[in-house]
């Protein structure tokens, strides 16, 4: 018999049974995840804190899954994946120094 299992990320409420007939040969992800969107978002801001991605890797992750109910993700889940697709702020280039001596004529 399924049981009503809750996103490990989103918190939607869905139907699994690891042992059912109809689940038995599922990938291991619905144990924890809806969908697999979720799975791939939950595994990517781990492998992102865990500095085993680097942030562009992250991000090309995180553009090809669908980010569309963020607002549901458990909170530290909304916090990585908002550093990881924030803008890089350019870096400032060395002030140039100025010669300050005067000529004198």
Request: hydrophobic share 30%.
């Amino acid at each position: 018999m399924a049981k009503t299992r809750k996103c490990h990320l989103c918190g939607k409420e869905y139907k699994f049974c690891s042992t059912c007939d109809e689940d038995r040969y599922a990938p291991v992800w619905k144990n924890s995840f809806h969908s697999e969107d979720c799975s791939k978002i939950f595994q990517c801001c781990v492998d992102y804190n865990m500095s085993l991605i680097s942030k562009d890797e992250a991000k090309s992750i995180l553009l090809g899954c669908d980010l569309s109910d963020k607002k549901y993700f458990r909170e530290d889940a909304q916090e990585t994946i908002s550093k990881i697709l924030a803008e890089d702020k350019p870096k400032a280039k060395p002030f140039a120094e100025k010669n300050t001596q005067h000529e004198v004529v």
